[in-house]
């Protein structure tokens, strides 16, 4: 793991202390210094990533201490934070111009503790994922790649277009990193205009432009294209770093958003048990089977199937194994039904299905068919059988979910009456007739 060094300069024993402390529980490796000549002595003899220096030190001012540090070698991305013991404006604006990164409070250790774990946390984070790079020198790719492979990355590269279109079409990638002016006929532009045209959620994978040529109206055209940012060669090492960090984080923040918004919807839209649609589901997607069967004057019928004696079922064999039952049974169900069929979870032991493209007699056919390979499927090793209610949708009414399941369940129920294990078809004239029974 990656130790963090930090450097605190104050002439105050009690700050040093306090400081110490609070850098210790961040992660940090402390050294302390009492005078600014001693702390810069320490910079030039060990690196250290994070410097917090009082601006009230005796032997240099806080902003003066700023621009020496900055001058030694391998200073120029470490944060440097002066420590003020009062606000004050014009401080402020010296240390910054001078080179500090900020000023806090000496006061407000809430304020520093926030900020040093945020520190710690960024600089030791170990990334994880996939680059798609694209740049035809050699020896930039190589040192690029170098750069992205110590960050915790794994990177694909090309030096042609043509070669990163194909890969990425068949990647999944965290972030693209392409040069503009590229060998071959495919230019970084078309690369990123393809890659922006994708509908699919691919489409919007971070991109990161490169170009030699810092022409701003090149620029504003590649942000207008979609890319997410631009950085001008030569490539300073930290700068991208910093870039490639935020995009990917960012980027992968984001899908994991998107994956856990996804998870909650799928447990408001599934049924827990039997890992059906639910009724709240089948309410959301009814709209779309009825304004389709409307609008291109298509046959759409709805079955309520409904398990016989469940509740004996349960009282026999215990919950626990009613519970086994219906969720067999629902996979049962999924896998043989069409593609283009619904299938929800009422209530209970109670399912209904949209049959897209059924009127009653291709609604009984398939019922049929159901309950023949039902006959034969044991659900936790209980036999069972069903009594199912079908109605169609009256072109000439305007039929809602409700007043659909209204008359398929009426159905339902008289095949009940009619003693269990059989098929009916709602009909308007004489209510409901009977079409078909299992022995």
């Known amino acids: 793991m990656q130790t963090l060094n930090a450097l605190v300069i104050d002439a105050s024993a009690e700050f040093l202390n306090k400081s110490q402390k609070l850098l210790l529980a961040a992660g940090f490796a402390v050294d302390l210094a009492k005078s600014g000549y001693q702390g810069l002595e320490l910079a030039r003899q060990k690196q250290y990533r994070l410097v917090c220096c009082s601006d009230d030190l005796p032997d240099i001012a806080g902003s003066e201490f700023c621009g020496q540090l900055r001058a030694i070698k391998g200073y120029d991305y470490a944060a440097v934070l002066i420590m003020a013991e009062r606000d004050n404006a014009r401080t402020l604006k010296q240390a910054l111009l001078a080179g500090a990164t900020d000023i806090f409070s000496k006061y407000d250790e809430q304020e520093l503790s926030a900020y040093v774990r945020w520190l710690a946390q960024r600089e030791t984070r170990q990334l994880s994922g996939r680059v798609l790079f694209i740049e035809d020198s050699r020896v930039l790719q190589a040192i690029i790649i170098d750069l992205l492979t110590d960050m915790g990355l794994d990177v694909d590269a090309y030096t042609f277009a043509e070669e990163a279109w194909d890969a990425f079409r068949g990647g ?179 399912f209904v299905l949209l049959l897209p493209g059924c009127d009653a007699n291709g609604a009984m056919a398939l019922m049929q068919r159901m309950q023949k390979r039902l006959s034969r499927f044991k659900p936790a090793s209980i036999h069972i059988t069903v009594s199912v209610g079908i109605a169609t949708l009256r072109h000439d009414r305007q039929e809602s979910l409700n007043s659909l399941f209204e008359m398929a369940d009426r159905a339902m129920y008289q095949a009940k009456m009619a003693g269990r294990n059989c098929i009916r078809v709602y009909q308007a004239e004489a209510d409901t007739v009977l079409i078909e029974t299992q022995d």
Not at 222 to 232: E, R
Not at 310 to 338: C, I, M, P, S, T
């Open 172 to 350: 999944d990638y965290d972030l693209v990193l392409t040069d503009i002016m590229l060998e071959g006929c495919m230019s970084g532009i078309t690369l990123v205009r393809k890659i922006r045209r994708l509908r699919e959620g691919y489409g919007y994978v971070p991109i990161i432009a490169t170009s030699g040529f810092d022409n701003i109206s090149r620029k504003i055209e590649l942000f207008h294209l979609g890319v997410n940012d631009f950085v001008s060669k030569p490539i300073v090492r930290e700068e991208l770093r910093q870039r490639v960090f935020n995009h990917v984080t960012s980027y992968q923040n984001l899908r994991e958003l998107r994956a856990q918004q996804n998870s909650l919807c799928s447990l408001a839209m599934l049924d827990e048990l039997t890992q059906l649609f639910n009724r709240h589901a089948l309410r959301e997607f009814a709209g779309k089977y009825l304004g389709e069967a409307y609008r291109f004057e298509r046959d759409l019928a709805m079955a309520v199937i409904d398990l016989d004696h469940f509740r004996a079922v349960n009282e026999q064999y215990g919950f626990v194994r009613g519970d086994q039952l219906l969720a067999e049974l629902g996979n049962w169900l999924k896998r043989h039904l069409r593609d283009v069929d619904m299938i929800a979870r009422w209530s209970g032991e109670e």
